[in-house]
Each structure stands twice: as structure tokens, then as C-alpha cells.
């Protein structure tokens, strides 16, 4: 069968999606660096936190896991940290974009929607790769947390399913944040609730049963329960805790419905 002519030299045209991809993640993380309130909430407060809290109860000891608070704050503060990078950053600089005119504009240009949405991804998700290992090691230089060996190998998974999971829920979440003002207020108004109840800042072990259930349900304490078993003691090798992956990627998929279905490239107005 013949490909008509104007087809074939369309097909031609048309560059690969991952070099697109590519360079709208550079794009997206050059933007970032010139952007100074979102280089503090998402790379600076969560090396606060940690300072704070090693600081004032790093040598109080979790006796139901076995280790010293010091350790217990080094994979909070990495899964803060991934929300902050990802799912606050793309909730709330998609939405400015958006209001702003950006996203209408971009859909004139040959850059296809899919490497938009992909490379604002592939850059937070970079991003939350990098200020985990920051925090890692700040939390091994100067609280002397013990870095495991080949465990790390399921913090790497951890950190992926996350980061991927929590920018799909950010996406999805700027598709019911109505105007730029908003969205700063609506995102923390989500994360920081969300953090409590998740025990990135005190051990929800012995909390009541009502705030447990609330913090099983969300998908923020598995991933936080992956990133710290690694530096519980026993822990040897690489394991895939795939009762709480399970659980992270299912809220992951039905935020990319979500966005697929609701997300808006025109502003509300």
C-alpha cells in the first residue's frame, strides 16, 4: 500500500518524542533554578526540617523499630521532599502557567502535549532523585545516620514509583486549583495534613487508630514505609515491599485518569 506523499513527508517532519522530552525536562529545570521561592520549599526546608529535628530529638530512640530519631528523619524528610519537589511544584506551576497564557501558547508550537507533560515529569522527578541522595548523605556527614549498602537499591525503587506517582497526583491536582493565587494555599492545604498523618514527623505507631486508618488509606506512609525500611536493623538486600508499591502506584494511576480526563490548557477565566 502507497503512503500518500503529504503524509510520508509529515511523518518525516515529526522529530522523536524522547529528544523532545529531553529538552523540555532541561527547559523545565532551568526554570526552576531561576526560581528562588521554589528552590527554598523544595531543596532548602526539607534540609531545615532535618537540621531541626536531628537536632532537638535525634537522640531519642523509636524502641518499636529499633532505631534513633537522627535515622528515622533521614527517609521522612527524603519522601517530604519528594512531594515538595513533585506534587507541589507541578500542582502549582502548572497552574500559574496555565492562568498565565503558557500552556494556551504552547499548543500553537510543534511541541507535542505528550513531551510537555512528560518533560515537566522526567524534571521533578530528576529533582526528587537528586534532594533525596542531598538529604542521604547530609544525614550520614552530620547526624553520623548509617547508610545502608545494597538496601539503597530499594530506596532507588522507592524514590522512582514515588516521584512518578506524586507528579501524576500534582498534575491532577492543578486540574481543580481555579486560579494562580489559589494554588499555593491549596497545595500546601493538601501536603501539610498529609505529612501529619503520614508520620514524617513523629512515629504514628502509638497514635490512635482513627489517625493510623487515615494514614494507611493514603499513599504518602507507604511510600515513607519503603524508603525507611532499608535503615531499619535486618535489613539486608534488596526487597520490594510490593504491599506498599501497590499502593503508591494505584493512587498514581488513577491520578493519570484523572489528568487525562480533566487536565485544562486554557486559562478558567
Known amino acids: ?32 533554578r531561576r526560581n528562588p521561592p521554589a528552590v527554598f520549599f523544595s531543596v532548602l526546608l526539607p534540609l531545615i526540617f532535618l537540621v531541626l529535628f536531628s537536632a532537638i530529638f535525634g537522640d531519642a530512640r523509636i524502641d518499636s523499630r ?8 533521614v527517609p521522612a524528610i527524603a519522601a ?19 492562568e498565565r497564557g503558557f500552556l494556551k501558547r504552547l499548543r500553537g508550537t510543534p511541541l507535542p502535549p ?23 548523605v547530609f544525614g550520614a556527614v552530620f547526624y553520623g545516620v548509617a547508610v545502608p549498602g545494597l538496601p539503597l537499591v530499594t530506596v532507588a525503587i522507592g524514590v522512582v514509583f514515588g516521584a512518578a506517582a506524586f507528579s501524576a ?48 488509606v493514603l499513599p504518602l506512609e507507604h511510600l515513607f514505609e519503603v524508603l525507611l525500611g532499608p ?6 538486600g ?16 488513577v491520578a493519570v485518569a484523572v489528568a487525562a480526563r480533566r487536565f485544562r490548557w486554557v486559562p478558567a477565566r
Open 80 to 98: 517530604l521532599a519528594i512531594v515538595s519537589t513533585t506534587f507541589m511544584n507541578l500542582a502549582i506551576s502548572v497552574v500559574v502557567r496555565r
Open 169 to 216: 497526583m500534582g498534575l491532577a491536582l492543578s486540574t481543580a486549583i481555579p486560579n494562580e493565587n489559589s494554588a499555593p494555599a491549596i497545595a500546601n492545604a493538601v501536603a501539610l495534613p498529609l505529612y501529619f498523618v503520614s508520620g514524617l514527623f513523629f512515629d504514628t505507631t502509638q497514635a490512635p487508630g482513627w489517625l493510623r486508618t487515615i494514614g494507611e
Open 238 to 253: 534488596v526487597q520490594l515491599p510490593l504491599g506498599h508499591l501497590v499502593v503508591v502506584t494505584a493512587w498514581g494511576a
Open 114 to 136: 505528550l513531551a510537555f507533560v512528560l518533560g515537566e515529569v522526567l524534571a521533578a522527578c530528576a529533582l526528587a532523585v537528586a534532594i533525596v541522595a542531598t538529604v542521604i
Open 1 to 32: 500500500m502507497r503512503v500518500p506523499a503529504s503524509s510520508a513527508a509529515d511523518e518525516r517532519q515529526l522529530p522523536p518524542l524522547l529528544p523532545l522530552v529531553v529538552a523540555q525536562a532541561g527547559f523545565a529545570l532551568r526554570s526552576f
Open 66 to 73: 529499633g532505631i534513633n530519631l537522627a535515622t528515622y528523619y
Open 231 to 236: 535503615f531499619e536493623p535486618g535489613a539486608h
